[in-house]
């Protein structure tokens, strides 16, 4: 692997972890506000609940990754051009 090849990956793997996280929760808080009156009162435990919050959390990944890699990508090539 070239020098440059891995300058630019360091520079975007970090930057996309970050977003993703952040999408991903943004998203999967907005999808779980449908649902919260069906939810809450409910007596659900902690496991049931997290299944829920996974589930719903693998349902927004397509539509996370993309915004991701966008978002990555820009603040990646901003900070190579900044150096």
């Known amino acids: 692997m070239k020098k440059i090849d891995k300058l630019v990956l360091d520079a975007f793997l ?43 959390a693998i349902f927004t990944v397509p539509t996370a990754m993309p915004l991701a890699v966008l978002l990555s990508s820009l603040f990646a090539f901003g900070n190579l051009g900044e150096h």
């Open 14 to 56: 970090g930057p996309f972890l970050i977003t993703f996280l952040v999408v991903v929760f943004i998203l999967l808080n907005i999808n779980m506000l449908k649902y919260f009156d069906d939810i809450i009162g409910k007596g659900l435990d902690a496991v049931v609940l997290g299944q829920l919050f996974f589930y719903f």
